[in-house]
């Protein structure tokens, strides 16, 4: 089973800050198979970006993913009012167990 | 557009049963893998079992296995999962994703809640 560790636990940001969210693999992950969930309080997970890097349907662009192999990064590039939220990466395809990380909350600081 | 809708949760004893359904509507079910996931409270997520469009291919994770079984009637647009000897660690919230291996979760139900408890 591939395990994902994710850092920090919680950022402490402002409104209009930049975010940079950890993501790291156990073992090398396919980057066609590696996805980032935003989950607000009371409400299921949203997909912001699979493989890797792509953006799903709706979402903005201050939302980006990269990386490659162990190591994953999801950027929001200025933080809005409804970016705080909880964030998990995922793998889905580099092993038949799927699994994800333990989540970074980004709280106003 | 893409609708799922979870049902069948509730209180259950430690060692009981119970079944989750998962209607589905807004596209091709048959097409897509569909997956369990689940949230207990104030905890992440966890993926808790696939399945492939025919049903021909099944996952699940370590810590069902054996006692979880997921199913799908593609006539029926539905998908469900039956759970047997249920222990106060499965209680969470479940839910229902177009989902599988290869596939990211772009669709989720709102969830249902299994609470196992005496």
């Known amino acids: 089973e591939i395990v994902l560790t994710q850092s920090p636990g919680t950022l402490s940001l402002s409104p209009g800050e930049r975010a940079t969210l950890s993501c790291r693999a156990s073992?090398?992950?396919?980057?066609?198979?590696l996805a980032w969930y935003q989950q607000k309080p009371g409400q299921a997970p949203r997909l912001l970006i699979y493989?890797?890097?792509s953006r799903a349907t709706g979402i903005p662009d201050r939302f980006s993913g990269s990386g490659s192999g162990t190591d994953f990064t999801l950027t929001i590039s200025r933080l809005e009012p409804e970016d705080f939220a909880v964030y998990y990466c995922?793998?889905?395809?580099?092993?038949?167990?799927?699994?994800f990380g333990g989540g970074t909350k980004v709280e106003i600081k | 557009q893409v609708q799922l809708v979870e049902s069948g949760g509730g209180l259950v004893k430690p060692g009981g049963s119970l079944r989750l359904s998962c209607a589905a509507s807004?596209?091709?079910?048959?097409?897509?893998?569909m997956s369990w996931i689940r949230q207990a409270p104030g905890k992440g997520l966890e993926w808790v079992s696939y399945?492939?469009?025919?049903?021909?291919?099944?996952y699940y994770a370590d810590s069902v296995k054996g006692r979880f079984t997921i199913s799908r009637d593609n006539a029926k647009n539905s998908l469900y999962l039956q759970m047997n000897s249920l222990r106060a660690e499965d209680t969470a919230v479940y839910y229902c994703?177009?989902?599988?291996?290869?596939?990211?979760?772009?669709?989720w139900g709102q969830g249902t809640l299994v609470t196992v408890s005496s």
């Open positions: 073992q090398s992950v396919s980057s066609s198979y």
């Open positions: 807004g596209f091709t079910f048959s097409d897509y893998y």
């Open positions: 995922q793998q889905y395809g580099s092993s038949p167990e799927l699994t």
């Open positions: 994703a177009r989902a599988g291996y290869s596939y990211p979760a772009d669709y």
């Open positions: 399945i492939s469009s025919s049903g021909s291919t099944i």
């Open positions: 493989g890797a890097s």
